[in-house]
């Protein structure tokens, strides 16, 4: 059974940096597509970043490029967010997500397995 834990979301100020972690558990977390999600009050999910778990393939949102990166330690099977320069409008909560591949974060791309999220809340 597939498991996916978040932690590391909570209140800061703009500017400031937050990191997140999923742990993955119940499958072979090398060769999966693993994701960051997040949704705000009233707006629709979206995807944040992905990348997959057994090559160098990164995606990006265009509103996180440069200021967001993942990282992973396959040993923990543990996906990271580092989240830089966080403004408010990085407001939502956070999700993880992992499917098996192809890989990305376009719509067009449906994650199977989903954790049940970590909030982040940036004031201004």
């Known amino acids: 059974q597939v498991q996916l834990v978040e932690s590391g979301g909570g209140s800061v100020q703009a500017e400031e940096s937050l990191r997140l972690s999923c742990a993955a558990s119940g499958y072979t977390y090398s060769g999966y597509c693993m994701g960051w999600f997040r949704q705000a009050p009233g707006k629709e999910r979206e995807g944040v970043a992905s990348?997959?778990?057994?090559?160098?393939?990164?995606w990006y949102a265009d509103s996180v490029k440069g200021r967001f990166r993942l990282s992973q330690d396959n040993a923990k099977n543990t996906l990271y967010l580092q989240m830089n320069s966080l403004k408010p409008e990085d407001t939502a909560m956070y999700y993880c997500?992992?499917?098996?591949?192809?890989?990305?974060?376009?719509?067009?791309?449906?994650?199977?397995?989903w954790g049940q999220g970590t909030q982040v809340t940036v004031s201004s």
């Open positions: 990348l997959y778990t057994a090559g160098s393939s990164t």
């Open positions: 997500a992992a499917d098996a591949p192809p890989c990305g974060l376009g719509p067009g791309y449906v994650y199977k397995h």
